[in-house]
């Protein structure tokens, strides 16, 4: 396998926990690395490569690097400092409806984070447009999944799973093992809020062994977290504290620094 046809593999394709990564030889290729060692947690990594991005002469690509470094910031929980990124991100983004709808779809985020709720609807509603004027599969599948996450904070668990539902169904036809397993977060959280627990549970317990077999350490801090609350089927309560506070202690040692919010 050559080294693109690797990091395009572990950014977007059946093998998120390959590492270590081989070297990006082009801008491209920076930007897979980057979104790889990020899914994996390894932050300083990750910003590493999109430093060099922020300055590279193709917009599009700038863009996306931005978007992606907000990305991380709200794994962290900094909504707040990510908005920033993303409204980079989106001034960049030029009449690239790819990166136009990464930032819009990250701004919504953004927005949702810190109660903008309406904001967050209408940054959705911009991104639609964009989303279906994009090639790019994933895109619909991060449109639903802060569609579900707006609903729930809203209250509103029947829509969450109508979003999160149609997230898993896109997963499952894009090549990302990653976004599978995220959908599967997501539709996790969002039966929770709909009360549903039983199911959640045990989507949550799947995806939790899945995401320690990936090496997905943010996706596991989130699965335990989760678990923490509606409680485990497969692990006793001091277990899911122990998965939840060593993920948590990986991610500050490859160079995440969680937020205060």
Not at 122 to 137: K, S
Not at 164 to 177: G, L, Q
Request: charged fraction near 25%; include cysteine.
């Amino acid at each position: 396998m050559t080294n693109r046809a690797a990091l395009f593999d572990a950014a977007f394709g059946e093998r998120p926990q390959a590492w270590p990564l081989p070297a990006a030889t082009d801008p491209e290729q920076r930007w897979w690395r980057a979104v790889a060692a990020g899914g994996q947690g390894r932050y300083a990594v990750a910003l590493g490569e999109l430093g060099t991005l922020h300055r590279t002469s193709a917009p599009a690509l700038r863009s996306l690097a931005m978007s992606t470094r907000a990305s991380f910031l709200r794994q962290l929980g900094g909504h707040r400092e990510a908005a920033g990124w993303d409204g980079r991100a989106l001034a960049a983004a030029g009449g690239d409806a790819e990166a136009v709808a990464d930032a819009l779809i990250g701004l919504a985020a953004d927005a949702l984070g810190v109660g903008r709720f309406a904001a967050s609807e209408r940054l959705l509603d911009c991104a639609v447009g964009p989303v279906d004027d994009a090639d790019d599969a994933r895109l619909p599948i991060r449109l639903d999944w802060v569609g579900a996450e707006l609903a729930m904070m809203r209250g509103d668990g029947a829509t969450a799973v109508v979003h999160a539902e149609r997230a898993v169904a896109a997963a499952a036809a894009h090549p990302s093992t990653r976004h599978r397993l995220k959908s599967e977060v997501v539709l996790a959280a969002a039966l929770c809020s709909h009360g549903q627990l039983d199911r959640s549970r045990a989507i949550a317990d799947a995806a939790l062994d899945r995401s320690g077999d990936l090496g997905l350490v943010p996706l596991r801090w989130a699965l335990a977290s989760l678990l923490a609350d509606i409680g485990s089927a497969a692990y006793t309560p001091g277990q899911v504290s122990d998965f939840r506070v060593a993920s948590a202690d990986t991610v500050r040692r490859r160079g995440g620094v969680w937020s205060d919010r």
